[in-house]
């Protein structure tokens, strides 16, 4: 039963403190680590960068991603196109927000739709294939980014189901939404940190999203050795599931690093769980094995 | 919260609209019903027909395999909202069928596993089948007419209490019935066959209709059509084929199938003995197998495959006539009895340390006598047949209509209620997380689950039939190892009774 797989998950979760003890990112962070965190030469660059299109809103975003992703927006409900590796991996990513969103707002598990009441807002929504699936668990969704033409498709999709098309799209980003003071029960950034130019100005943002008591997931690709393999080698040359150059390994973050910018940011990380693929059935599970996929839960910390 | 209102004019529109179906349909988890009702509100612009309805799942099919997706739907608290059609002309459907005690065993039966037991008592079904005749057998004696071998199968030998149960199939049925009946599942029958389907490929390309009828769902791919014979037509997000050998959604929506006839006929019927009756009984014959199942107090089940030519003399000849021969044939007719002795008993296999199993040495038995038919005699053509597919976009396929196979271990029907099984489990995971239940990728994961077991047994039902048509002498002698072996390994035994259990997927590999 479904209820009760949901329920074995909860052992693969790793408790955080113990993840912790052996990290070493705080030598690891200033030499090596691409992505600001809160050294000041490297704000300088991206924020120089949003602030010369005026057009744009302020944004943790870099440019090169939006035309990337903009190149292959039409393909996004195509389960067999280029973001077939993300439809493999939505039952397993929705499997982790329900169990954990369901402990977290104290929600019944076997209630089809759990989230019934709750606004949650996905960050990055692309063509809202994650979007339609919290929308269908009860939650009223707020789906958002940057890219005019996902928000277009997003929007078409979701019309075609009435539980779907009361899904809230807009292109625009987070730190417009913090101008706006948006308030979310969850806020839900998934596979989206590795694409934008300063993950501590956006995990910042997130932060200042989530409603008292909120709940904060973020997913994105460790930077190991294995992930190169994995993410970039594998998916993107050899199984050619994703486009070249879709993924920059020197701007994924590590469980460690994710963990500590969150926490700066005021969202303190309870439970993470990796993503495993198995080729020889061609799913996706969660796993305790953190070393590529992984995804983070996280509170608003008082 | 509604400061989203004030943030831009569609999403206020949307936001309004979401508000008034909430008020509508304050509690429904599913919205399928929102979109007749809103549509229906729409003057002049109603459903073609104005009959149509929408649904979270059409079963074609109202037989047991289909009735049990129902059970096994309403019993999983994250299926049990899901509205769901079930189209069957059997007028039975309508009403309770009344099953009276004294009435004669029907002839038609099904031996079903220990699996299917406790899937029966999981969806609440159980119940009503203890309510009626029902027969559990705890031994099995397996023979054949070379007189060189035969194997005693006992419950214990798998630390089991029964191997099996034979139920009439009106018994499995009714009991089915008053569970679903019984349960809050929102359901309708529709007493018709299906017609016509039509599922359209996903667009969402055209432009946004707000009012998001189910025309423009079924023509953005969301809903399948179906339409009726009795000119009723429904939608649904999924349409599930549980309509038998011939299915008629397989046959629309394309499926192909492999499979060949085995130019067999099987006749069954219903006789009674002298005592009561505890063992499944069955013997190979030149022919094809025979057997005697019990079927509750002094009554039996025969099924006895044979060539379509020999089963219409069968057919014909008087009813005394026809019980001496099966007298004989599960006597001396064909061949000796078999003795223990002709392959040297079960030293051959003393290698095997402490693995000659309990029953090893029972003896061989004579099934009780035949002294009256009690039911008219029917024939059936035998045949295997596979579908390539079980699904596609908003399609699958449960059952004979995914798989017929040879009736000789009892084991179709049991692979249907795995099915059954199995589906509604991969809808409530896909409900789980969000997803639209017609989606193929979901549905996929029922295929690629059930599809090996079932190939499996398939292969295994068919390998039977291929090593018993044959009469040869060397392959006899190999079909009597094979049975001393059987017979004697306690492991081999015991997984052996495991696989037709239906506890096991894959005896040899396992």
Not at chain 1, 245 to 258: A, I, K, N, R, V
Not at chain 2, 6 to 32: D, E, M, Q
Not at chain 2, 329 to 343: E, M, R, V
Request: proline share 5%; net charge positive; with cysteine.
């Amino acid at each position: 039963m479904a209820s009760s797989m949901f329920l074995a998950q909860r052992r693969w979760f790793r408790s955080l403190p113990r993840n912790l003890s052996n990290a070493r990112f705080f030598s690891a962070l200033p030499s090596q680590h691409p992505v600001s965190v809160s050294g000041p030469q490297n704000n300088v660059a991206p924020k120089s960068n949003k602030f010369e299109k005026a057009s744009s809103a302020p944004s943790s975003l870099k440019e090169p991603e939006l035309a990337k992703f903009s190149a292959i927006a039409d393909s996004w409900w195509d389960s067999e196109g280029p973001f077939k590796p993300l439809h493999k991996m939505n039952p397993t990513r929705l499997a982790f927000l329900r169990s954990t969103l369901c402990r977290h707002f104290r929600k019944d598990p076997l209630s089809a739709r759990p989230f019934e009441g709750l606004r949650f807002i996905d960050v990055g929504c692309g063509g809202g294939i994650l979007s339609e699936p919290l929308a269908r668990m009860g939650a009223t969704v707020s789906g958002i980014d940057a890219i005019e033409k996902n928000i277009k498709i997003a929007r078409l999709h979701a019309n075609l189901d009435p539980t779907t098309s009361t899904i809230e799209y807009c292109c625009t980003t987070a730190e417009k939404l913090v101008e706006e003071q948006r308030k979310f029960d969850a806020v839900i950034a998934l596979e989206v940190i590795e694409h934008v130019a300063d993950a501590a100005e956006f995990c910042k943002s997130l932060s200042a999203l989530t409603a008292h008591e909120g709940a904060t997931v973020v997913s994105t690709i460790n930077r190991s050795m294995r992930s190169y393999a994995t993410a970039i080698v594998a998916a993107e040359y050899l199984l050619q599931w994703l486009p070249k150059g879709t993924h920059q390994w020197s701007s994924f973050l590590t469980p460690e690093e994710l963990t500590m910018i969150l926490k700066r940011a005021g969202v303190d990380v309870k439970e993470m769980a990796g993503f495993v693929y198995n080729p020889l059935t061609g799913r996706w599970s969660l796993s305790d094995d953190i070393s590529v996929n992984f995804i983070a839960y996280g509170t608003k910390e008082k | 919260m509604n400061r989203i209102i004030c943030y831009n004019n569609r999403i206020f529109a949307t936001k309004a609209g979401s508000n008034v179906y909430r008020l509508r349909i304050p509690w429904r988890p599913f919205s399928n019903d929102a979109a007749p009702l809103l549509s229906s509100q729409k003057a002049g612009n109603p459903e073609k027909g104005s009959e149509a309805k929408q649904y979270d799942i059409a079963i074609v099919g109202g037989g047991m395999v289909g009735l049990a997706l129902a059970c096994s739907l309403a019993s999983r608290p994250l299926t049990r909202h899901l509205n769901v059609a079930i189209i069957d002309s059997n007028p039975a459907l309508g009403r309770k069928l009344f099953i009276k005690k004294e009435d004669l065993p029907d002839p038609r039966v099904s031996t079903i596993t220990p699996a299917t037991i406790s899937f029966f008592k999981d969806i609440g079904a159980w119940q009503f089948v203890e309510q009626h005749r029902h027969a559990y057998f705890d031994k099995m004696q397996v023979w054949d007419y070379t007189g060189l071998s035969y194997a005693k199968y006992n419950a214990r030998d798998a630390d089991k209490e029964v191997l099996g149960c034979v139920v009439e199939n009106k018994v499995l049925l009714s009991s089915l019935l008053s569970r679903v009946q019984e349960t809050d599942l929102p359901k309708k029958i529709y007493p018709s066959r299906l017609n016509s389907m039509s599922i359209l490929p996903n667009s969402s390309s055209s432009e946004v209709d707000s009012t998001l009828s189910m025309t423009a769902l079924f023509t953005h791919g969301r809903l399948a059509k179906l339409e009726l014979e009795d000119g009723n037509s429904l939608y649904a997000k999924l349409v599930v084929g549980a309509d038998g050998g011939k299915s008629r959604v397989r046959e629309l929506a394309g499926f192909r199938t492999t499979g060949w006839n085995y130019s067999q006929n099987a006749i069954i019927c219903t006789v009674e003995h002298d005592v009561e009756n505890h063992c499944a009984w069955q013997r190979f014959l030149p022919s094809g197998p025979l057997a005697l199942l019990p079927i509750g107090d002094k009554f039996s089940n025969i099924v006895w495959t044979m060539s379509p030519k020999e089963s219409s003399e069968f057919k014909s000849i008087t009813e005394d006539n026809f019980m001496k021969a099966v007298n004989h044939a599960l006597d001396y007719g064909y061949g000796p009895h078999p003795t223990p002795s002709i392959l040297g008993s079960s030293d051959l296999f003393s290698w095997l340390k402490g693995g000659i199993s309990k029953s090893a040495n029972d003896c061989f038995e004579i099934p009780p006598k035949v002294v009256k038919l009690t039911s008219e005699r029917m024939a059936f053509p035998l045949s295997l047949r596979h579908a390539n597919d079980y699904v596609s976009k908003r399609i699958a396929l449960i059952g004979d209509a995914a798989h017929t196979v040879h009736p000789l271990a009892g084991q179709g029907v049991n692979l249907g209620f795995g099915d059954a099984s199995t589906l509604s489990s991969v809808i409530s995971e896909g409900i789980a997380v969000g997803t639209d239940i017609g989606e193929v990728s979901l549905l996929k994961k029922y295929e690629a689950d059930r599809k090996p077991a079932n190939v499996m047994m398939m292969a295994v039902l068919d390998g039977f039939q291929k090593a018993y048509s044959v009469d040869f002498g060397p392959l006899n002698i190999l079909r009597a190892a094979a049975f001393h072996g059987a017979h004697h390994i306690s492991p081999l035994k015991k997984s052996i009774i495991s696989y037709a259990s239906g506890e096991m997927r894959l005896p040899l590999f396992a």
